[in-house]
């Protein structure tokens, strides 16, 4: 395949179990995912934004037993609950994928029947431990007092007849393909751990079930399903027209970017490039690895005893929607952070009340006084304006490198730099005049840069910001570069002060 266009760029999430509701460890990968298909959109990309629910497999069987409910019931239900979660927080996503669709069936037996044509899949017999939560086999040495290293709870013992994916006949393929592609997982500790993992060495894998029937049926034999990480991971190939539109999937496959936990490296980093290697596929262009979210120490999940206490709709109406983004999004990608109620308040008056908000009421407030509400235009030689170069080719920088954290402190580089020159010039104090209209337009412009370039965390905010300094259409519809340049707010534009934008918590 070519390299990707550079006009190009398609980013997933996980596909997410249904066997329980959306929890904040789902927003953050999520809404990480949908800032950076919004900073691609400002830059004029191509882009397609995957989110989705993962309805098969033993976990989801399992759930809806328990709920008195089919498998296909208990997906349906869930399934709608990602899609009220992604909405209450504003996520832009392109398509929501259902392994369950008929695309995905058509997709997942055409690559895997591909796999099996060129020998790589057989058929054997699986006697091995299995956590149901993980839908994973473990050997011995990986489990933790006898119980999953992740969900610390005990593994079944199973045998059955399975089908077999050759994956250690792809140990020197995948070494070959790490060294040719240095920056295919980020960050470099992570791509070290998937390493490690090969280096370990590599078994063959089971692959199908029988003992179950809620899965993608095995083309050449109904007798087994896909076991659910080989069906759900070919959702990402699904999505871009594998199995039903060569030219598309050809012309966006290049391009993918998938963003993971790091519990999830071994299928992404390890098992999917030999399997798109197997089928003759190239493997994903990028894979960006996040640690977890933890709550008092704890991985935030469905299965943890604190997920009850962190849910997004509840943030939301704590703190308001964009509060919830800009908090998930300030965590540095790679490490785990820690998520607390109290943290995220904190940051809420540091970063949006004393900070965003202030900038933008003080402005307006001033403006009304000694301006009549009427913005003045930006001077040319304004002592920001190189500030906001910089600040522009760091943000840039930070997003390019899927860093939101970096992005936005170099976006609130430049709010604290006007905060200052504002403290500096006390236009409160001012009199009418070219002085207080050039320091109040160089205000007005750094606001408008501002409303553009923390679009992609803040859309409403930026979006009321960008209308209360009179500017017609929104943030989002503009184009970088060019929207960051200084100079182009142009004066004469009613400014409204408003309600604050974060009031103070």
């Not at 989002?476 to 182009?488: K, M, S, V």
Request: proline residues 7%.
């Amino acid at each position: 395949m070519p390299p990707p266009a550079p006009d190009r760029f398609y980013v997933t999430t996980p596909i997410y179990y249904v066997n329980d509701v959306p929890h904040i460890g789902h927003a953050y990968n999520t809404v990480t995912c949908d800032a950076a298909a919004r900073w691609h959109r400002l830059l004029g990309d191509d882009v397609w934004f995957l989110t989705g629910t993962d309805e098969h497999g033993l976990k989801v069987q399992r759930a809806a037993e328990a709920n008195g409910r089919t498998p296909k019931e208990q997906a349906d239900i869930t399934s709608e609950r990602f899609k009220d979660t992604w909405r209450l927080l504003n996520v832009s996503h392109d398509d929501f994928i259902r392994t369950t669709e008929p695309r995905h069936y058509t997709s997942v037996q055409q690559f895997l029947q591909r796999v099996h044509d060129n020998g790589d899949i057989y058929l054997g017999t699986y006697e091995g431990l299995y956590c149901v939560s993980c839908e994973a086999y473990y050997n011995e040495d990986d489990l933790v007092d006898g119980n999953c290293p992740i969900h610390k709870r005990p593994v079944d013992f199973l045998s059955e007849e399975n089908y077999f994916f050759r994956l250690s006949k792809y140990t020197q393929p995948l070494f070959d393909w790490y060294e040719a592609n240095p920056e295919a997982v980020f960050p470099e500790g992570k791509r070290n751990e998937a390493l490690g993992l090969i280096r370990q060495g590599l078994q063959d894998i089971s692959i199908s079930r029988t003992s179950i029937t809620w899965g993608v049926p095995v083309p050449w034999d109904e007798k087994h399903v896909f076991y659910v990480w080989y069906d759900a991971l070919i959702n990402y190939a699904t999505a871009v027209g594998y199995g039903d539109d060569r030219s598309r999937f050809e012309q966006w496959w290049p391009a993918v970017h998938h963003v993971i936990g790091k519990d999830i490296i071994r299928f992404h980093c390890v098992y999917w490039p030999a399997m798109l290697l197997a089928a003759g596929e190239e493997p994903p262009h990028r894979i960006g690895v996040h640690g977890f979210l933890l709550a008092g120490g704890e991985k935030i999940s469905k299965s943890g005893l604190n997920t009850t206490q962190i849910s997004p709709q509840d943030l939301a109406d704590e703190v308001g929607v964009d509060a919830v983004r800009h908090h998930l999004l300030r965590n540095p990608f790679g490490p785990d952070g820690e998520f607390s109620f109290e943290g995220l308040v904190a940051r809420y008056n540091a970063d949006l009340a004393n900070n965003f908000g202030n900038l933008a009421s003080r402005v307006a407030t001033v403006v009304g006084k000694k301006c009549g509400g009427v913005g003045p235009a930006p001077a040319s030689d304004s002592p920001l304006a190189d500030v906001a170069r910089q600040v522009y080719d760091d943000t840039a920088q930070g997003w390019a490198d899927l860093q939101p954290a970096a992005a936005l402190d170099a976006t609130w580089r430049l709010i604290r730099e006007t905060n200052s020159y504002l403290e500096a010039n006390e236009p409160w104090k001012a009199e009418p005049g070219p002085a207080l209209d050039a320091v109040l337009g160089d205000a007005l412009e750094a606001l408008r840069i501002v409303a553009v370039l923390a679009s992609p965390a803040l859309p409403d905010a930026c979006d009321e910001l960008w209308r209360r300094i009179g500017l017609s259409g929104l943030p989002a519809e503009q184009r970088l570069p060019d929207a960051a340049a200084w100079g182009q707010y142009p004066g004469g534009l009613a400014v409204e002060k408003g309600e604050p934008l974060f009031p103070r918590k």
